[in-house]
């Protein structure tokens, strides 16, 4: 099974708008990190966060990591329509010797223009 | 600079013919990540290489699928006797241990389609 569940699958909202995506996962983690794939393309890293951080900022994201209740959510303010996308977030943690990294289940955010 | 270079891009095979998938990481990068992802689905994992070595390929079908990753050219992800099954889009992404320390940050390509008729 996947390590890390996004909540919701699927969000639609008007541009200009904020957009929140959660992500749950089971086990102890290195890092958490945020990838976004367009449609038809690669997944593009978007930014991590470290086990001992608890929120992190990057342009008009926001990430926060709460290790006690194995979650993150990813904040995207002021939505645009170019924000379209299907978001990732991904762990990292140590496992068979190397950092591995595993994905979870993705939320499509779709942005009206 | 180049980044992770996937070909081909869209593939189309009849059931029980071979597929090869090829990946060029990114200049300087010299671990592999596979990984396979349905339609509306997450990326599931597939298998890690570095140069001469598979290191992890837990996430690899124990039939019909192999990859290497050979001292001179490109990842290769092969699948042998296609079945409709594995109609799906291939990822291939790379990373440089050192980039991130202590982290993992997958550089990705933009990903091999295939159908299977």
């Known amino acids: 099974s996947q390590q890390g569940e996004e909540d919701p699958q699927a969000l639609s909202i008007q541009e200009g708008e904020n957009a929140t995506m959660n992500c749950s996962y089971k086990t102890s983690i290195n890092n958490l990190q945020w990838y976004r794939q367009n449609s038809g393309r690669g997944l593009v890293h978007l930014i991590l966060?470290?086990?001992?951080?608890r929120e992190k900022h990057s342009g008009r994201l926001r990430v926060t990591l709460d290790t006690s209740k194995k979650s993150s959510s990813l904040l995207i303010t002021a939505s645009r329509a170019a924000d379209t996308a299907s978001y990732f977030c991904?762990?990292?943690?140590?496992?068979?010797?190397?950092?591995?990294?595993?994905f979870g289940t993705g939320t499509k955010l779709q942005v009206i223009p | 600079n180049a980044g992770v270079m996937q070909n081909p891009r869209h593939l189309v095979r009849r059931r029980g013919q071979e597929a090869r998938l090829r990946c060029s990481p990114m200049?300087?990068?010299?671990?592999v990540y596979w990984y396979r992802q349905l339609p509306e689905e997450g990326l599931k994992f597939m298998v890690y290489l570095q140069k001469e070595n598979i290191i992890d390929e837990s996430g690899m079908p124990k039939e019909r699928f192999s990859a290497e990753f050979p001292k001179e050219g490109p990842s290769i992800l092969r699948i042998q006797q296609v079945v409709r099954g594995d109609s799906a889009a291939y990822f291939c992404?790379?990373?440089?241990?050192?980039?991130?320390?202590?982290?993992?940050?997958?550089?990705f390509g933009a990903g091999s389609r295939l159908t299977v008729l």
């Open positions: 966060i470290r086990s001992n951080e």
């Open positions: 991904a762990t990292d943690a140590r496992g068979g010797g190397y950092q591995k990294v595993t």
């Open positions: 992404a790379s990373s440089s241990a050192g980039s991130f320390p202590g982290a993992n940050v997958l550089t």
């Open positions: 200049k300087g990068h010299s671990h």
